[in-house]
Structure formats: structure tokens, C-alpha cells
């Protein structure tokens, strides 16, 4: 799938975007780097990513040298796109090399006399050939396949008790992304609790006096070093700012010109609503309605009419508060890689929930951890297979060509199907993964997508309302992955753990 991908001749901005990092890291001093700006895809990504595109142009030149001239915007060429895919899938070997260790810390209670039953098997399929990782790097066009390995090898490797690695993979990490700081409150608890305190008393309480300021102090040595690696130049030079700001630009808005499947796409939805009932019952005064409100459809500067308008400061404080309880069960409920997994999870949903200006691709970020936590338990398989075909659709939007479109509804229809099948498999002596009222919300996506990509582009509400298939996509996904974020939180919160299950650590999930 990913070879015949490659071969697509339809290709999105992110393409110009890394061209044009690859032709600023290749030409200019460290000190332009995020001054840079022929552009208006700035650099805005951490020093580790653009030392990476760095290494990239020395390959890149031997395809096609035009492509790395600053001013060549929009530049593109066979070579150039052949360069770009292939280093995609050149990269993706850590994404593989991680799957492998993940598999090695599944436990193996259910193993199957089947190989294509047993959990390792299933899992190694449903993480290699994730749907919305293939379209969003092999299709789109990113690197979240090498990125995502770093993140799942820090995983194993905290589940193999190798802490310190772990601990290294995810600060690098941080500095060749920085929006998994999102799952940062996770590793920095789990790591508290289980390598600084290295006991837990007879009723799994904390043993308060096994604290170790040794294994404080060599975390604390990993992160200085690597931020002093990745930042200290930019210190040296006085632009650490400038960095930060590119890093955090707060002035591109709430949410993404397509809005994610979260809170503030159901928030939004509400004012637009309320805004047309006002104008409906003279409640409002149509010239004091902001015109992007209701005429633009779906833009970065929303501006609301009615409900309160958002800002940073707020979705911070939303997303603090959601994730709390999550981290208050891997302090108070140590269940091992398993609890750590789970808050890992709640963590990136809570921040894709409420988070400011999110991507609907950060729902890759929940999806692909809770993966292994699919093939463990009926519960969470449940909600894999809920948030994953939900999460899954909400990425549609970004393949809107007319060839792309039999693509993108094969390859889901693949992995989900694969999905179902397998997990309903490995889980057919327990009760049904999803009850009747999830099954039916899911079935409707299928008159929601025949209504978005084939009715609504031959009325006339096209030309009026160019916006509707976006909006309808959004908050439909936005109410399920909702649905999805209090199943788990509740499924979380309300567990059971035995005196036993506190006091041991497991190394398999």
C-alpha cells in the first residue's frame, strides 16, 4: 500500500512546508534559522527536527538541488517528491524497530495456536498499518511515522524497567516535536513513582523513605543535557524568544482552518447555532455579527457571537484540570505499564479535547498507544475500536481530491475491517466489544461521508455554504470522541485495584 501511495500525484502543502525547511537548514546559519521567512511556512518546529531536515538536505541535493533554493517556492519536481516519500519511508524503520519492542512487552496469557490470533501478531498489525498514520505521512506527507517510533520505543522501554533509556528517548523526543508535551505529566509521574521511589509498602501505599535522590538526579542530568544540546545554541546566540515563539504561535487562533473533532468544535457549533436562532427571533443585531461567524465557515480567527470568546490562558486551564484525575490514578492506583498507558492516553485525548489551535492529526497520538492496550482487555479493545474508526474518519478531510477519495475509503475499510475481526476474535468469549447504541453511531458515518463527498457537492448549497461537509464531519466526530474520552476516563476511574496488583510491577502490559 505504501509503495503504490508513494506514486500519487496529488500532493499537500506539507510538501512546500518541509522543502522549505529543507532549503532554510541547508542554506542559512543556525542564527536565520527561525528568523527565516521568504516563506509563510516558517520554521516552527523544535532544533532536534531541524538539525534532522539539516541531514536531509545533504541527501536531497543529490535528487534535485533546486529544491533547495530558499526562493523556489512551491517548487516541485518528480526527484523532489520521490525524495520526499522516500525519506518517509526510510525513517519509518524506527517506527518498525519500536513495534517489535512493544509486541515483546505484551503478555502472552493469551496466546493463540493461530498466529494471526495471538495478541503480539494483532497488535504488530494494528500499529504497522495503522490507517490514519499511512494517509497522514504516506499520502498527506509527514514524519510521524519516525517520531512515533521514538515515542513507542520510550514506551517499551519503560515497560522493560529501563527507565533511563525511556526517559532519554522522550526528552529527544520533545525536541524533534514539541506537541508531545501533551503526554509529558505521564512519563513524569510514572517515572516519580516508580524509579525515584523504588518500594511500595504492604497495602501499596508509597514507601515515602525509598525515595532515591540518585535516580533524581540522573533524570534530572538526562533532561539538562538534552535541552542544553538542543536549546544551548539558541541561549548562546539570545534567541531562545524567537524559538519559543515560533514554537507557540497563540495569534493563528483556537482551532485549525478544518476544526478538530473536540470541545471546541461542539463549542463553536453551539455559537453558530445560537447566533442563527438570535437572528431568526431579532435577538441580535445582524450588522454587529462578526462577518467570519457566518460567513467564512470554517476559519482560523473565529470569532464567537454569543457564547464567551476563548483564549489560551483558558484552553490551558481546561486542559490542566481534565488531565488531573488521570494523573492522580498513576500517583494513587500504580498499576504498572498498564496504568501508565492509560493515563498516557487520557492525557493526549484531554489535550486534544481542550487544547489551543489542535490538529485533527493529534488524534494519532491517543490512538496509537491505546493499541496496546486493545489487546489486552475487551473494555479497552472497545474503546480502540470506537475512537480509532472515529478518529480514523476525522482525517478524511484531509485527502478532499477526487482520485483520493476511492483511496482513502479502500484503506479504512481495510484496517477497520482487520480491526473488528481480529480484536472481536481474540476477545469472542467475552461479552460484545461495543453495545447497540455505539454500533449504530458508527454505522452513520457511512450516510455522513455519501452525504459530505457525493449529495452535497450537486445542490446549491455548495456555492453558498462551501463549509457544511467540514462542519458536519467535525462535530459528528467531535461527539464521538467525546463519548470515547468519559468511557475511558470512567472505565479508568472506577477500576478495581487489588492490594496485589499495587504492590508488584509488572514488566508486560
Request: with cysteine.
Amino acid at each position: 500500500a505504501k509503495g503504490k501511495c508513494l506514486y500519487i500525484v496529488n500532493y499537500s502543502t506539507d510538501f512546500e512546508v518541509h522543502r522549505n525547511w529543507l532549503a532554510i537548514t541547508h542554506n542559512l546559519p543556525i542564527s536565520q534559522w527561525y528568523y527565516e521567512e521568504t516563506s509563510e511556512w516558517t520554521l516552527d518546529y523544535p532544533p532536534f527536527f531541524a538539525w534532522f531536515e539539516c541531514a536531509l538536505s545533504h541527501v536531497a541535493k543529490y535528487f534535485d538541488p533546486k529544491m533547495l533554493v530558499i526562493e523556489n517556492l512551491n517548487y516541485t519536481s518528480r526527484a523532489t517528491i520521490l525524495f520526499q516519500r522516500f525519506s518517509v519511508i526510510f525513517t519509518d524503520i524506527l517506527f518498525v524497530y519500536a513495534v517489535r519492542e512493544c509486541c515483546r512487552c505484551v503478555n502472552g496469557k493469551r496466546a493463540a495456536k493461530d498466529v494471526l490470533e495471538k495478541p503480539t501478531f494483532i497488535l504488530a498489525v494494528l500499529l504497522l498499518w495503522n490507517f490514519g498514520l499511512l494517509i497522514v505521512d504516506h499520502i498527506h506527507f509527514q514524519y510521524n511515522g519516525f517520531l512515533f517510533g521514538l515515542m513507542l520505543l520510550s514506551v517499551a522501554r519503560l515497560c522493560q524497567k529501563r527507565y533511563l533509556e525511556g526517559a532519554l528517548l522522550f526528552a529527544v523526543l520533545l525536541h524533534f516535536k514539541h506537541i508531545y508535551i501533551y503526554v509529558a505529566p505521564a512519563y513524569g509521574i510514572y517515572l516519580l513513582r516508580s524509579y525515584c521511589f523504588t518500594a511500595n509498602n504492604a497495602d501499596g501505599s508509597l514507601k515515602w523513605r525509598s525515595f532515591s535522590m540518585l535516580h533524581v538526579t540522573l533524570l534530572g542530568l538526562i533532561v539538562c543535557l538534552v535541552s542544553a544540546l538542543s536549546l544551548g545554541p539558541f541561549i548562546v546566540l539570545g534567541q531562545l524568544p524567537q524559538v519559543i515563539s515560533r514554537l507557540f504561535p497563540f495569534k493563528r487562533g483556537l482551532c485549525h482552518a478544518y476544526w478538530a473533532p473536540n470541545f471546541w468544535a461542539l463549542y463553536n457549533a453551539m455559537d453558530k447555532a445560537l447566533t442563527i436562532f438570535g437572528l431568526k427571533c431579532n435577538f441580535l443585531d445582524p450588522t454587529k455579527i462578526p462577518k467570519a461567524s457566518m460567513t467564512g465557515g470554517l476559519v482560523q480567527e473565529f470569532q464567537h457571537t454569543v457564547l464567551p470568546g476563548v483564549t489560551p490562558l483558558a484552553t490551558l486551564i481546561c486542559t490542566f484540570i481534565s488531565i488531573l484525575p488521570s494523573v492522580f490514578c498513576l500517583w494513587f492506583k500504580p498499576q504498572g505499564p498498564r496504568g501508565f498507558l492509560q493515563c498516557l492516553v487520557l492525557c493526549a485525548l484531554s489535550s486534544f479535547m481542550f487544547g489551543w489551535h489542535v490538529h485533527e492529526k493529534a488524534i494519532l497520538l491517543a490512538i496509537l498507544p491505546l493499541s496496546l492496550l486493545s489487546v489486552q482487555r475487551a473494555k479497552d479493545a472497545g474503546i480502540y475500536l470506537l475512537l480509532t474508526t472515529i478518529g480514523h474518519f476525522s482525517l478524511f478531510p484531509l485527502l478532499f481530491t477526487p482520485p483520493e477519495l476511492p483511496i482513502k475509503i479502500l484503506l479504512m475499510l481495510l484496517f477497520t475491517v482487520y480491526s473488528f475481526s481480529s480484536l472481536n476474535s481474540l476477545f469472542r468469549r467475552e461479552r460484545p466489544l461495543l453495545n447497540w447504541l455505539e454500533t449504530i453511531y458508527l454505522i452513520q458515518l457511512v450516510p455522513l461521508e455519501i452525504f459530505c463527498e457525493i449529495i452535497f457537492p450537486l445542490t446549491p448549497w455548495k456555492r453558498h455554504f462551501p463549509f457544511v461537509p467540514l462542519l458536519l464531519t467535525s462535530v459528528y466526530c467531535a461527539l464521538g470522541v467525546t463519548y470515547a474520552w468519559l468511557k475511558l476516563y470512567v472505565s479508568v476511574l472506577t477500576e478495581r485495584i487489588s492490594v496485589r496488583q499495587k504492590t508488584k510491577c509488572p514488566q508486560f502490559l
